[in-house]
Every structure is written in C-alpha cells, then in structure tokens.
C-alpha cells in the first residue's frame, strides 16, 4: 500500500484525503533479510524537522543539574512554551503536595513512604530536569498496593483537587500491583494548581492493569508530569490519558518490560481550546523478546493559539526478536488559529519481529460526510457534534468505566460550544 492509500484510509470519513497527513505503513520483517520490510535498521520520523539526536540516547538521571536548565531549543523542549512551563521548571522548594481522595476496594491499601525508601531508588529515572526536580521536591512518595492474585471489585481512585495558590504541588505516586492480579486505576486531577507529578507503575508477573489518567483542570492550571511503568513478564497493561483542562499540561509516559509476553496498549484523548497547551509525549522501550504495544492518541484543537503535540517514540533493541508494536496520532482541526504537531519515531534494531508501524494524520471535517448528515435532516451544528464524538468514543470506551466515560464525553460535547462561530461555518461539498 502507498503513502498515499494509507493516509486515506487513516483519515476514513473524519479527514479530506491528502489534507495535512502524514503516514509511514505497518512493516513486516522479509524473511532472513534482517531488516523490517526494506528498511534498514535504525530510525526515521514524519511529521516534524529532524532530530538532533536519537530518543535511544536520552539522558536519564535523578540529579536536576545533570540536565540544566532548559532553554527551549532542547528537543525535549521545543515545542514547550518555556515562559508558562518556567513556572515549575525553576524548581522552587514547596511544602505542598497532592492530598488524594482515595476510594479503595479491598485487595488494595495506601501508604506513605519517605525519600529514602529502597523501593523508590529502584524505580525507572526521571528523563528530563523537571521529573528529576519532581523525584527530588516530592520528599517522598505516595504508594498504592495491590496483593498478588486480588482481583478488586470496583476501581481504585485517586482525587486530587488543586487549591489556587503560587506555591507548586510536587507528588510521586508508585502504583505496585502484585502477580497475577487484576486492578483499574483511576486519577483524577481537577481544580486549580502548579503541579509536577512523577508516577510509577510496576506491573506484576501475569497481572492485568488499567490506569486512566484525567486531566479536567481548571482554566489557569499548570501540569507537568512523568509516568513510568514497568510491563512484567506475560503482563497486560493499559493506559488511558484524557486530557481536557488546564493552561498547560505536559505529560511523558515511558513503558519498558522486565519481561517476555509483556503487552502494553496507549491510548490519549486531548481537546484544546484557546490559548491551550497540551503536550503527550510517549517512549516505548521494547529491549526484551515476544512483547506487544500499541498506541492510539486522538486530539481535537478549536480557537486561536490552541496548541497541541504528540511525540510518539519507540524502540526496538537487538534482543527484542518478536516484537510487536504500532502506532497513530489523529488530529482534527476544527477552526482557524489552531496547530497541532505530530512526531512519531520509530526505531528498530532488529529486523526478527512480527512487525512494527507507525502513523499520524491531521486534517478538519470531511465536507463530504456533514453533507450526508445534513442532508437526512441533521441541523450544521448537530453533525459536527455527531462527527467529533464519533472520533473520541472509540478511545474513551477503553476507560471501562460508563460513569466517567459519560463524564468526560459531556466535557467535550460542552467545549463544542465555547466558539460562538463553530455552528456558523458552512457546509460545503468539494467539487
């Protein structure tokens, strides 16, 4: 399949073809050539100017100088706004931190740990200054357990409700399933607040976890945060992160396996508005035999300077025979004065893997199907409702939960109507 087909497939009815897309088809490794497909080993990207250095070669580290201080022309940091990131990034010293609202089903418990603790040097390290400033600042961590082979009858919940205030929130949270076990996570940040967030989820031998991310915040909110999760060996794990609230939000989620048959499933949502800034930025480090991923982010922009970007990277090291993975980021662009950036990078170091892909397209409504919808009846404003919920509900229903699914979709069909413009754009039909 060309270039060309598969963006059109990719955009089905949401996307005019050719309209801002970018897309690289699945790869299947050519038997004993060594390579995926007929690409050599090594990376390539869509989507955006050239790397100044592999994601396989990022600095990783719990000291905060070990980076310095970002200036923006970083390529970790280049699309950040650094005035509004500034914020956190100067590091301040903070007696604040999260007070969560737990909701705990039996089969699991919550503690406290100090900074000292063994179990927090053993976590995954910070990949940028701000997740080491977080590990440092936070003095401590906040622990979920849940016991091998407990299979909890209702979700986890972690509520936290930022107060206003300019002293910055600094939090850690490990998340510590046992084996064989089965458990739903659910964090909620609401409210107003300067947060930097660092989470870490270790994933038991065999157990089965979901951990959904929401990120409602009140206009004004600042969020920065790192997530880390360590897939054991034939463990299931899958991450939901809406993203709807705040200034800014910028959120990196890192997954690596400790094992074989480890399967991780990534799926976003995010919706901006003006003068918005919401940044996801993914690794994946497949570095062991049989493990699976796949990632699936969609976003939606209205209003000026609504701003948003997807960073999607993953690695394929040499050891990593049978590996598994794609990946896709859909935009959908509803007004004038918004961007979205799009980056996926792959990386494959071995050419013995089941197969390996990538894929981003961001384009506005298809004419052609508000057009149909009109047409049986539907007012302008309806279809272009109809059109956007039917873009999100495929990812949000992967949360499991009706109640905060029903929530969040009420969020986004709300937003559709902040622009007084959006129900007076016309419809036409391209010639």
């Not at 976890?209 to 299931?236: E, F, I, N």
């Amino acid at each position: 399949m060309s270039a060309e087909n598969t963006t059109t497939t990719l955009a089905g009815e949401l996307f005019a073809p050719g309209v801002g897309a970018q897309a690289g088809p699945p790869t299947t490794p050519a038997a004993g050539t060594g390579s995926a497909g007929q690409a050599t080993p090594g990376s390539h990207s869509h989507g955006g100017p050239a790397r100044t250095g592999s994601p396989a070669e990022r600095l990783t580290s719990t000291d905060p100088d070990a980076f310095g201080v970002p200036t923006g022309r970083e390529e970790t940091w280049r699309f950040t706004p650094m005035k509004r990131v500034r914020v956190l990034l100067d590091g301040a010293p903070s007696d604040a931190h999260p007070s969560w609202d737990a909701d705990l089903p039996d089969g699991a418990e919550l503690s406290r740990v100090e900074a000292d603790d063994p179990m927090l040097k053993g976590l995954p390290e910070p990949v940028d200054r701000l997740a080491a400033l977080t590990r440092q600042r936070a003095d401590g961590a906040t622990v979920v357990r849940v016991a091998a082979e407990a299979q909890l009858d209702r979700p986890v919940t972690l509520g936290f409700s930022g107060a206003a205030g300019d002293d910055v929130v600094w939090g850690q949270l490990v998340v510590e399933v046992g084996a064989f076990a089965q458990a739903t996570i659910v964090l909620d940040h609401t409210g107003l607040a300067r947060y930097s967030g660092g989470v870490a989820v270790l994933v038991g031998d065999g157990a089965q976890v979901t951990l959904v991310s929401v990120q409602d915040w009140a206009p004004g909110a600042v969020h920065g945060g790192q997530y880390d999760t360590v897939v054991g060996r034939d463990a299931t794990f899958k991450q939901v992160v809406v993203t709807l609230g705040g200034d800014l939000v910028r959120l990196v989620s890192n997954v690596q396996y400790s094992g074989p048959g480890g399967s991780a499933d990534l799926y976003g949502v995010y919706f901006a508005d003006e003068t918005q800034h919401q940044e996801h930025r993914l690794w994946v480090d497949h570095a062991v035999p049989h493990c699976r991923s796949n990632v699936l982010y969609k976003g939606a922009l209205q209003g000026e300077d609504a701003r948003t970007v997807w960073i999607g990277d993953v690695r394929i090291r040499p050891a990593a025979v049978g590996t598994e993975t794609y990946e896709l980021n859909r935009n959908l662009v509803l007004t004038d004065g918004a961007r979205a950036d799009s980056v996926p990078n792959l990386e494959i170091e071995t050419g013995e893997i089941v197969g390996a892909g990538h894929a981003s397209a961001t384009g506005r409504f298809d004419d052609e199907q508000l057009f149909y919808l009109c047409s049986r009846g539907i007012d302008a404003e309806t279809a272009r409702r109809l059109v956007v919920r039917g873009f999100f509900a495929d990812v949000v229903q992967h949360i499991g939960l009706p109640e905060l699914q029903d929530r969040l979709m009420g969020t986004i069909e709300a937003r559709l109507g902040a622009l007084p413009g959006l129900e007076e754009q016309p419809v036409e039909v391209p010639a």
